[in-house]
């Protein structure tokens, strides 16, 4: 169970106070009397010593010994009664001291019947405390060397009566002190614990991390101290919490990326183990064939030597295209961007292939030949127009026995970019296989795709191309066919500070790689 401080501080000065009054209540009832004697023994000794000096020097007759006994006996309330050897009486005080006459004469002549306790005996006299009817007395009588003889005393008020009262008045005094002094150090204690508390608010929202809460006192002492150093550690962990967090995410993302291109290298293995079987087993196959002398004439011997340099030139082809893939997918290629015209690219790659697509009884058809200027790779641009158009070759159908096989490559210029499209006739692509198409090895038709040697990688590089650039590509199906697109910028784009520094930075590689 906790105890608050402000609690603690209450009950520790009223127990405080509460002891201090039991201290001086004791000390009234052990000591206060045995002090009150002795006051009263010190103030008649004055007057003995009065008494002796005027006996010494023979000047008790005198008036100046008459007055000086007087002030005394006047100031501490004294009876003093003083006799010669001739039992003549030399003084007597104002205040009752003939009195004393009868008293002297007794204790001389030991006549004294009087309840007495003797407090101290000297080689000349005698105190003692005596009681005379309803009071107490301090009393003092002797005889000196000179024939002197003398009595005095004073009166002794009860002592423990005066104890008592003075113990019963303390005793109210200290119910009021402690009372007092208890709301007194309540508020106080509060303007103390208060801070304390709001440190302690402010430390909970630390352990859950929340650092909004500041602390505000203007206290200059040790808990305005405390306050400053607990909102200086309070940014200090927000700032280094900031850090981690920034720091764990990039270790997410590092992860992130490690499984992913471990994902990728066990796909990418995978994949060409698979796609490398089978020309390989053909390759093995014709290979063992002319080893083994099956078919003994050259028209056999020619047929299979084609066909294991086919094979081979498939493998070739599809070793280039992954690790053309590769790079890209790691941004191990760099993109080279420039003005050009793309038209230009177009009708070149066209009249190149102008051999293949006759072979293949294609018409081939270029809208829009007007020049279009664009922004871009050069080389990657033609290598994902020479992917869509080599698709669009071997998957080129006739719908129509009028028109016969048809590949339509269009130019459409849009708002700040040119649409380039090009489309086949044909079946369309089943709807269900267009968000696959990109994949890497996704083939929709594998029997048809193995007739021409497709590997599959073709429309991946176009994606990881395209994407490199910060362009959109896509699909579209028709009727009659189907048409691939991409789009290239054909107005230059302000770049940002980052922007120019990277262009800057491949700018300087290329320097060296020169």
Not at 155 to 182: C, D, H, Q, W
Not at 324 to 341: I, K, S
Not at 408 to 421: A, D, N, T
């Amino acid at each position: 169970m906790t105890h608050s401080i402000r609690r603690q501080l209450a009950l520790i000065f009223i127990g405080l106070i509460a002891g201090t009054i039991f201290l001086c209540w004791s000390m009234n009832n052990l000591f206060l009397e045995q002090y009150y004697i002795r006051s009263k023994t010190e103030v008649i000794f004055e007057a003995y010593h009065t008494i002796r000096q005027a006996a010494n020097s023979d000047t008790y007759s005198t008036e100046a010994f008459r007055e000086e006994l007087n002030d005394v006996c006047g100031i501490y309330n004294i009876t003093v009664y003083v006799m010669d050897a001739n039992s003549m009486r030399k003084y007597a005080s104002v205040n009752g001291g003939a009195e004393l006459e009868k008293r002297l004469a007794a204790y001389v002549f030991g006549f004294f019947n009087d309840a007495v306790k003797v407090i101290e005996e000297g080689e000349d006299y005698v105190i003692q405390r005596v009681s005379i009817g309803d009071g107490d007395f301090l009393e003092m009588y002797g005889r000196l060397s000179s024939g002197i003889s003398f009595i005095m005393h004073t009166p002794v008020e009860s002592i423990r009566e005066s104890a008592k009262i003075a113990n019963r008045f303390l005793a109210y005094m200290g119910i009021v002190a402690t009372i007092a002094g208890g709301i007194i150090i309540w508020f106080v204690s509060r303007k103390i614990t208060k801070p304390i508390l709001e440190l302690n608010s402010i430390s909970e929202k630390m352990v859950h991390l929340d650092f909004e809460a500041k602390y505000k006192g203007s206290d200059r002492n040790e808990i305005g101290l405390l306050g400053e150093n607990i909102n200086k550690l309070s940014a200090s962990l927000e700032h280094m919490i900031s850090e981690l967090k920034t720091a764990n995410n990039e270790l997410k993302k590092d992860i992130e990326k490690k499984e992913q291109i471990d994902e990728m290298r066990k796909e990418f293995l995978a994949n060409v183990s698979h796609e490398l079987k089978t020309p390989i087993a053909l390759i093995q196959g014709y290979a063992e064939g002319l080893t083994e002398e099956v078919n003994d004439d050259s028209e056999s011997r020619s047929f299979y030597c084609e066909v294991i340099m086919d094979e081979a030139s498939k493998m070739n082809n599809m070793v280039k295209k992954l690790l053309t893939l590769n790079q890209l997918e790691f941004g191990n290629d760099m993109v080279a961007m420039e003005r050009f015209d793309v038209t230009a690219l177009i009708r070149n790659y066209i009249q190149s292939a102008e051999i293949l697509t006759k072979q293949n009884d294609i018409q081939v058809s270029l809208k829009n030949q007007d020049p279009a200027y664009v922004w871009g790779d050069v080389y990657k641009t033609e290598e994902v127009f020479m992917n869509y158009f080599t698709n669009a070759m071997n998957h080129c159908q006739a719908v129509d026995s009028r028109t016969g096989k048809r590949i339509v490559v269009s130019l459409e210029p849009e708002e700040g970019k040119v649409r380039i499209g090009v489309f086949n006739t044909g079946i369309p692509i089943p709807e269900e296989s267009i968000p696959h198409l990109w994949e890497k090895f996704y083939k929709v038709d594998k029997a048809r795709t193995r007739e021409y040697g497709g590997s599959g990688v073709g429309l991946s590089i176009v994606k990881a191309i395209m994407e490199s650039m910060n362009q959109k590509y896509g699909v579209e199906n028709y009727t009659n066919g189907v048409l691939f697109w991409f789009e290239l910028e054909s107005q230059a784009q302000e770049c940002s500070p980052e922007q120019d520094q990277a262009m800057e930075g491949d700018k300087e590689n290329e320097q060296r790689r020169d």
